[in-house]
């Protein structure tokens, strides 16, 4: 290894950056684990095309979740 050369945990990073715990789960504030990253720029922007692409689901009910159901369950936070 180069002299000065420093290897800093991705989510270290993030939390020296943003003040953010990338790792805490948004639900129970639980430990996630990174399981894999992904690094070649065509699939990542085929993942980031489908996110995109996708974008108008946000807010939508679950599929087969009536919208009665789906308007209580947003009120509830659940």
């Known amino acids: 290894m180069a002299a000065g050369v420093r290897h800093w945990a991705w989510a270290d990073l993030m939390q020296g950056a943003f003040d953010i715990d990338v790792l805490a789960c948004p639900r129970c504030g639980g430990r996630l684990r990174l399981i894999a ?8 922007r085929a993942i ?3 996110l995109a692409g996708s974008a108008g689901l946000v807010g939508r009910a ?3 979740m009536a919208a009665g159901a ?4 947003a009120a509830s936070g659940g």
């Not at 990253?37 to 990542?44: K, M, N, Q, S």
């Not at 789906?70 to 369950?73: K, T, Y």
């Open 48 to 50: 980031l095309g489908a």
């Open 70 to 73: 789906a308007s209580e369950a």
């Open 62 to 64: 679950p599929p087969g």
């Open 37 to 44: 990253t992904v690094e070649d720029p065509d699939a990542v």
